[in-house]
Structures are given as structure tokens and as C-alpha cells.
């Protein structure tokens, strides 16, 4: 579908330095709760992105996190803002509540169906002439991924979120100009996002419509993790 503007690599969002973070720590009725406070700098922007992440553990183990992004004027028109989380590679048997069974983006979900979805990892890689961004799921309510025992982890999500699971990460992909070059990591990279850029990037064929990009603002990510 896409793969990252140049404008987007010149700004330097794709190396982000992180302020120090303020971390307080608390009793709630929920369980303990932890708040980090920080902000993100592109190499070469003064504007800074605003991230507020707080997860409240709970006694049965389940973690509530709460994402919130600041996007400011400066920075407008970004790629995705979200989360990532890596798991262990025999952690490959994915299910999904969402759109499906293909892949689906902010611009591109009239294909998809509601339903419940299965496969494994591997299974969500599309082998794109030039690698790039694959596999993203829309509208999902949860998903989670386990091992060939059935264990592993869950995400309810506290409203229909997007997010993609894959043997590489962006970074891999960004580097690749040929399928070949790609080397399948011993992990599951999971990027969940609060809002990702439709597809388009004028790099062949027109760019994102207005309606389909990422405006200044607050955005929110909220989800429970459990173990399954």
C-alpha cells in the first residue's frame, strides 16, 4: 500500500528522540496504577509529539492502558500514531474480531466483513513488488495471539482500533527494496494504532484525500491486556 513518504524521513519521524520520562506510581480501586508522561522530538523539528500512558494492573493480572497523543500543528499529516509491542515468536496463531479476512486500511475497509478471523502470522504478509507497509486489520474489537498450547496474550479494545502482526518490523521494511532482502525476525512485532493514514502516498498514483489524513489534535488508544 504505502511506503514512507520522503518528506516524512527528511523531518526525521522516523527517528524520534524521547524526553525524560515523569513516572508516578499509585493506588487505585482498580489495582496499582502507573502514569508515564513524555514527549517524542523528530530528528529535525522542534515540534514534539505529547504521549500520556497509564496502566492500571489489576489483581487478576489483566493490565487496563490508556494512551493519549498530542499531535501538534507542526506535525500534521503523519503516518500513524500508536503503540508497539513485541512477543515471542512461537506466539503465532492469531485470532481477530474486526474486519477481515484481508487486510484492510482507514480507506480501504469496504472489502472487509465483521467477523472472526484466524491464521498465523506469516499468513498476514502480503508480498508487495516493493516491501512495505501489509497485514493492517480495521474495526477490531479483539485479537489475541498464543502458541501451539493456547497461551499467550489478549487485547480487548475499549473501542474498534486497527493493528497488524508480523515477522518484521517497519524498519525492515523501510530498508527492503526487493522481497529478497527480508529476513523474517524470531518475534511477533504488534503495532496498534489510535489512527493510521489512509493509503497513498504520490509516490505512484495520487495521494491520501484530505478526509483520510492524520490532523493536529488529541488521539486515544485504550485497550485491556490479558493473558490467555
Not at 489475541?144 to 493456547?150: E, M, P, R, S
Not at 488521539?219 to 493473558?227: E, F, G, I, K, W
Amino acid at each position: 500500500p504505502r511506503r514512507p513518504l520522503g518528506r516524512w524521513m527528511l523531518a526525521g519521524l522516523d527517528r524520534l528522540s524521547a524526553s525524560r520520562s515523569k513516572v508516578t506510581v499509585a493506588r487505585s480501586r482498580g489495582g496499582v496504577k502507573v502514569r508515564i508522561e513524555q514527549s517524542y522530538r523528530p530528528a529535525r523539528k522542534r515540534a514534539k509529539i505529547g504521549h500520556v500512558h497509564e496502566y492500571t494492573i489489576a489483581a487478576d493480572g489483566s493490565i487496563r492502558v490508556r494512551n493519549t497523543f498530542e499531535l501538534p500543528d507542526a506535525l500534521a499529516d503523519v503516518a500513524r500514531l500508536g503503540v508497539r509491542m513485541t512477543l515471542a515468536r512461537s506466539q503465532d496463531r492469531l485470532t481477530w474480531y474486526g474486519l477481515g479476512p484481508h487486510e484492510t486500511y482507514p480507506d480501504r475497509k469496504a472489502g472487509g466483513l465483521i467477523g472472526r478471523y484466524s491464521g498465523t502470522v506469516s499468513e498476514q504478509y502480503v508480498p508487495y513488488i516493493v516491501p512495505q507497509e501489509h497485514g493492517n486489520k480495521e474495526e477490531v474489537r479483539w485479537f489475541k495471539l498464543v502458541d501451539a498450547k493456547g497461551s499467550g496474550v489478549r487485547v480487548d479494545a475499549a473501542r474498534p482500533l486497527a493493528f497488524s502482526a508480523s515477522h518484521l518490523t517497519p524498519e525492515d521494511l523501510t530498508r527492503a527494496y526487493h522481497t529478497s532482502e527480508l529476513r523474517p525476525r524470531d518475534a511477533v512485532t504488534v503495532l496498534m494504532d489510535a489512527c493510521q493514514r489512509g493509503l497513498g502516498t504520490l509516490s505512484c498514483g495520487p495521494d491520501t484525500i484530505e478526509k483520510y489524513r492524520i490532523k493536529p489534535g488529541i488521539y486515544r488508544l485504550n485497550y485491556t491486556l490479558s493473558a490467555v
